[in-house]
């Protein structure tokens, strides 16, 4: 079985531009517009994954907000998570769902190290087996915390609405349709949704939910 292709630093995202660039005149147009594109890198683990929960269906700015306030009340660790009061998680800006959902993966017991030898759809699935965590969690984790090059997360609004301004379309592609737009930029999906995350910033002038 090979390895899982990484990226690990910027000069993997330049080699993922540089394909994309020779795949596609649209993102050879594009890329050079946005600039640098972002590593984007996080440690691996129970905390990476707790970001992720509490980055879903909200912006940026409440996401970093929220995270900031349970980093300062020692909660961004799995134990201190997993013992916490429902009324504590609550006061830090949690959703009750968000408070259940965190403390059930902190209950897990989820080899995390693990999964960085698995390929990429047995650790997706391994995630979406604890509370909480959907498909487009589980790319997110794999893309940013594992440094999977080829994870795309097709269901992000965002991506959607990126690739719709990009290619001039009529209607937003749904997941199924932007999977098989994605299907020449492998094996560097990863960076393609960081430029679509980028394309839609200069586009809209405001961040996605990522």
Same mark, same amino acid.
């Given at each position: ?14 080699? %993922? #531009?540089?394909?994309?660039? !020779?795949? #596609? @005149? ?16 996080? @440690?691996?683990? *129970? ?20 995270? %900031?306030?349970?980093? !300062? ?24 769902? $968000? ?22 759809? &047995? ?19 794999? $893309? *940013?915390?594992?440094? &999977?090059?080829?994870? *795309? ?11 719709? %301004? ?20 492998? @094996? ?12 839609? &910033? ?9």
């Amino acid at each position: 079985m090979a390895e899982p292709r990484l990226i690990l630093t910027q000069d993997d995202i330049d080699e %993922g #531009c540089a394909h994309l660039a !020779a795949v #596609c @005149p649209v993102w050879a147009r594009v890329l050079p517009e946005l600039g640098p594109l972002p590593l984007r890198r996080q @440690p691996d683990g *129970f905390g990476a994954m707790a970001q992720a929960i509490v980055g879903q269906q909200v912006s940026v700015a409440a996401a970093a907000a929220i995270w %900031g306030r349970l980093q !300062a009340a020692g909660l961004d660790r799995q134990a201190t998570l997993r013992d916490a009061e429902d009324e504590t998680l609550r006061a830090a800006g949690l959703s009750r769902a $968000k408070a259940r959902y965190l403390r059930g993966i902190a209950a897990a017991g989820l080899d995390w190290e693990g999964l960085r030898d698995l390929p990429d759809d &047995r650790a997706i699935a391994d995630l979406v087996a604890l509370p909480g965590i959907g498909v487009w969690t589980a790319e997110i984790y794999l $893309k *940013f915390a594992l440094g &999977r090059a080829d994870v *795309f997360a097709a269901g992000d609004m965002a991506l959607q609405e990126a690739a719709r %301004g990009l290619y001039g379309l009529a209607d937003r592609p749904r997941a199924a349709a932007l999977r098989m737009m994605a299907e020449p930029w492998r @094996p560097w999906r990863a960076v393609a949704a960081r430029g679509l995350w980028a394309y839609y &910033r200069w586009a809209k002038g405001r961040e996605g939910t990522l």
